[in-house]
């Protein structure tokens, strides 16, 4: 389901109609304290890779269901940005990532000890980011994603092939490495805006279902995308051992496979084998019923957004669900 003009048009309006407060956002990041250059060269570079900002404009968005963003509400998308950035340089290096949107990696410049250190760097700025809203609540929400992501990677790190197989296996993966940060974005927002506790936990759940649909959706690209459109090569996540939900139903029709077997089982490097296994997937029912998940995720997101405040920002949240299904990369 490729973007349509509508769809692009609409997040283009989106964009502009935020575009005030998304500069505030870009000019908070960048003014960190730096007086080394050689990490201010890395944490320029790392924001020029830039992307589409959901994640800030999650935050704006919840937040003018209820008010004009402030400076608080500035600082928390901010925060949940430069957390997102530093998860990015932490995932290339483990992953060995060189490119990413089309763009050198941090490691692929850096020896892994600077690269790491300049990760840090970013989580203690994003922690300071998350500081300036003054509201111990929010602090606490982002240091609970914080834990969650590291929790997450590392249960990576130590799984086995047999959990891996596991659809509840992925879904707590996928939780962890994306779906939490969106979630951040909206309650933190939420609980800043003094939403009441009900729609709190609405746009929490919102923000849990849409980050889940944003992961799957992700997953699919990497069998069905381009590599000049992706900014990275096709059929990553097989090429780092990793099974994602196309895998599982395509493994669930076809138990087995011999090319699947053969990578996981260590033959990971071989393009000619990952060529192969992205075909037999792309050509298979598993991306329509990965796509299917990635859908109910949405519908239910958006139910959570029935009995908020409306207008244009409850609208704008509603349709993000329908951009994550027309994302192309």
């Keep these: 389901m490729p973007p349509t003009a509508h769809s692009v048009q609409a997040l283009v309006h989106i964009q502009e109609w935020l575009q005030g407060d998304l500069e505030q956002v870009e000019t908070r990041m960048r003014a960190i304290p730096l007086t080394f250059e050689p990490l201010k060269t890395a944490v320029d570079h790392l924001l020029r890779a830039g992307g589409k900002r ?17 400076e608080a509400m500035i600082a928390l998308a901010a925060a949940v940005e430069m957390l997102h950035t530093a998860t990015l340089v932490h995932d290339d290096l483990i992953d060995g990532s060189l490119l990413r949107r089309g763009i050198p990696t941090l490691n692929a410049i850096w020896t892994p000890a600077a690269t790491v250190l300049t990760g840090d760097y970013l989580f203690a700025y994003a922690a300071s980011l998350a ?12 240091a609970r994603t914080l834990m969650t992501i590291c929790e997450g ?10 959990a891996m197989l596991d659809r509840e296996d992925y879904f707590r993966r996928i939780y962890a490495k994306t779906a939490a940060m969106f979630e951040l974005a909206t309650e933190a927002a939420a609980v800043l805006a003094r939403a009441p506790e009900p729609q709190v936990e609405a746009l929490r759940r919102y923000g849990v279902d849409l980050g889940m649909a944003f992961q799957i ?5 990497d069998f069905t995308g381009e590599a000049q459109v992706l900014g990275k090569p096709v059929g990553n996540d097989l090429r780092q051992g990793l099974i994602t939900l196309p895998v599982l139903f395509y493994l669930e029709e076809h138990p087995g496979d011999p090319v699947i077997d053969r990578i996981l089982a260590g033959s990971s490097g071989d393009e000619d084998l990952i060529r192969e296994a992205v075909e037999r997937v792309r050509n298979s029912k598993a991306i329509a019923q990965a796509r299917a998940e990635a859908e109910a995720f949405i519908r239910r997101s958006q139910s959570y957004l029935e009995n908020l405040p409306e207008g244009p920002a409850r609208e704008a949240l509603r349709f993000l669900g329908e951009l994550v299904l027309r994302r192309d990369h």
């Design 54 to 70: 959901i994640r800030p404009m999650l935050v704006l968005l919840t937040g003018r269901l209820y008010r004009e963003a402030d």
């Design 217 to 221: 959706m992700d997953d699919i690209l």
């Design 153 to 162: 990677e590392l249960r990576q790190q130590f799984g086995d092939r047999a």
């Design 131 to 142: 500081a300036q809203t003054e509201n111990v609540r929010v602090m606490a929400i982002f």
